[in-house]
């Protein structure tokens, strides 16, 4: 792809200076007056414009509830998948005149995990063409619908479709869920309410396995449905009242447009935008979208660019300048115009709750973008995510079916206490939860403080999961290791491998939807769909094979077969953490023109 040469052959202070998309500035030094002296101050970015509908300058409680509804789809949706684990060694003890192998029981876990990530195919452009809150409404809806024909169908393979739909209408969770993330959130807010997002996706797997096997042993097996149904049609109730829509088409606002005034205007936010330098990525100047070109008269105060104070490689080249081109979509759907700088908030309609539950919203060029996720994958980023997503999702899928066969089983015996395996896997993500939501936004100001420029990087998030992806690997081996040998206090070491590949679950994903929505913005639900196809396969691939694999070769060589696997897949991040900035540089054509 053009610009990889040029991208590599930057010099070290040029690759700092240049600002690829994702680049921002994030603290502005010595900008800002306190008690009689300057100090530093956090940029907001995105750029927020000055319509209350704007995502962006929602009330904080809006915000607020909006995540607590999302991250509850996502928490039902796991518990949903993962509550039919410990389940499946009761079925032939409550339907002996049906036996199952444990084979064709696994299927009820493997197909569902395979439709969660298979969906979003369909889902994920439906959400970029018809907006966030009908297909989640959509999806919600049919979890509920689904899950109550589980609890009224007493045949097998009835129930293995009824599987199916339920990961099928849990797949947007997955992926819609962190495009709202995106939405809504200023980039330094990110990390933690991702990681919310995340803990709340781990913990319903956990909760639900620890969960299923009682529900099944003390209410019968159909009561798993039963509850789940409970749980969808909360979610169902929950978004229809609390999830507004949350696309909003700034327009310019991908490549921030600089106004040079003489004095500040009182209509103009506070924040100044950060600047994306043309001058540090020449074969960008071309390829802005056409539907972004401001086609009126010149304005003198309209720029692309700043030219940053160090670093630029030539002097500033000219290109047309543009206006933003403004799409409400959230409540004036279809009606767009030009956000002119120094228009009046008043010319604004409020954003009133009525509004936030309008449906409507149409952005056409459907073909594109069914297509369009899968361009995402000349992206290197999307590689490594996908593969080491995928990977843990699998460790932990097989951990949460395996595990609970080996404590049925002598001499453990745990019977409706297998569940409780679960609990090693808790507290592995309450842990990387709450590490990841102090360390991610930490570490990505605390770095841009400390340099000249204020730039903050998304690469500057990648080092935290170094610890987390060693001990996630390292937990597939302990677990190979105990399962194969037995004993008293065995069960100890099974719980906490667990953990330990729980706590990776909970922290890489988080910083890894982070860095991609701060790396690619508006590309990034298109690059969650890639992922998460993948996130299904890994593990239904893993499920399939896992049963045959134990019967022939014992424990330890599987899950140290995993381990080799999972080892490759978290060396990826290597090149990532050294060359990741290059990687935006080389790509960042594509990315500007697919925005």
Request: proline share 7%.
């Amino acid at each position: 792809m053009p610009g990889w040469k040029y991208a590599f052959s930057l010099t070290r202070p040029a690759v700092q200076a240049a600002t690829p998309p994702g680049t921002v500035r994030l603290i502005e030094h010595s900008i800002t007056r306190e008690n009689g002296r300057y100090v530093d101050r956090v940029a907001n970015y995105p750029m927020p414009t000055l319509d209350p509908a704007d995502p962006l300058n929602w009330a904080p409680w809006r915000k607020v509830v909006c995540m607590v509804s999302v991250s509850l789809y996502a928490f039902v949706s796991n518990f949903i998948s993962a509550c039919m684990a410990p389940a499946l060694p009761i079925w032939n003890l409550q339907f002996p005149d049906d036996p199952k192998g444990v084979d064709q029981l696994m299927q009820l876990v493997a197909y569902n995990i395979l439709l969660m990530g298979l969906g979003n195919v369909w889902l994920v452009p439906l959400a970029n063409i018809f907006g966030r809150r009908p297909i989640i409404l959509l999806s919600t809806l049919m979890l509920f619908i689904s899950t109550v024909c589980g609890a009224t169908t007493a045949n097998f393979y009835g129930i293995l479709v009824v599987r199916m739909f339920q990961g099928f209408a849990a797949s947007a969770s997955e992926t819609v869920v962190p495009a709202i993330v995106g939405e809504m959130f200023f980039v330094h807010e990110r990390g933690a309410w991702m990681a919310f997002y995340t803990a709340a996706l781990a913990g319903g797997s956990v909760v639900g396995g620890i969960s299923g096997g009682y529900i099944a042993i003390r209410l019968g097996w159909f009561q798993v449905f039963w509850v789940s149904a409970a749980l969808a049609g909360l979610v169902f109730i929950c978004s229809v009242l609390w999830i507004p829509e949350t696309i909003y088409d700034r327009g310019a606002h991908c490549l921030p447009i600089q106004r040079n005034l003489p004095r500040p205007s009182r209509y103009m936010p506070r924040t100044p935008a950060p600047y994306l330098s043309l001058v540090t990525l020449p074969s960008m100047r071309m390829t802005v979208p056409s539907r972004f070109r401001w086609t009126g008269g010149m304005s003198s105060d309209l720029t692309w660019y700043q030219p940053s104070s160090s670093g630029d490689l030539t002097s500033s080249a000219s290109t047309t300048p543009r206006m933003s081109k403004q799409g409400r979509s959230s409540h004036a759907t279809g009606v767009t115009g030009f956000n002119v700088p120094n228009l009046p908030q008043s010319a604004f309609p409020p954003y009133t709750y009525e509004d936030s539950l309008k449906l409507g919203m149409y952005r056409g060029r459907i073909w594109y973008q069914f297509k369009k996720p899968w361009y995402t994958l000349r992206l290197p980023a999307v590689w490594v995510v996908m593969l080491q997503y995928g990977g843990l999702v699998g460790a932990v899928a097989v951990i949460s079916t395996v595990g609970p066969l080996i404590l049925s089983l002598q001499p453990y015996e745990w019977g409706q206490n297998t569940g409780l395996l679960f609990i090693g896997a808790l507290i592995g993500i309450v842990v990387g939860g709450l590490a990841t939501g102090f360390l991610a936004d930490y570490r990505l100001k605390k770095l841009a403080k400390n340099q000249d420029h204020g730039y903050a990087e998304p690469e500057s998030r990648l080092p935290i999961m170094l610890p987390a992806l060693a001990i996630g690997t390292g937990g597939l081996l302990v677990f190979g290791f105990c399962a194969q040998y037995p004993g008293q206090y065995q069960w100890v070491g099974l719980e906490f491998a667990y953990g330990m590949v729980a706590f990776a679950l909970a922290q890489v994903p988080s910083i890894w939807f982070s860095y991609l929505i701060d790396a690619y913005n508006q590309l990034a639900s298109d690059c969650f769909v890639i992922i998460c196809i993948f996130r299904g396969v890994i593990p239904f691939i893993w499920l399939v094979f896992v049963i045959q694999w134990v019967q022939r070769d014992g424990y330890l060589i599987p899950f140290g077969g995993f381990t080799v696997i999972m080892s490759v897949f978290s060396l990826l991040i290597v090149p990532l953490l050294w060359t990741g900035k290059r990687m935006r540089i080389a790509t960042a054509r594509y990315v500007v023109s697919n925005q």
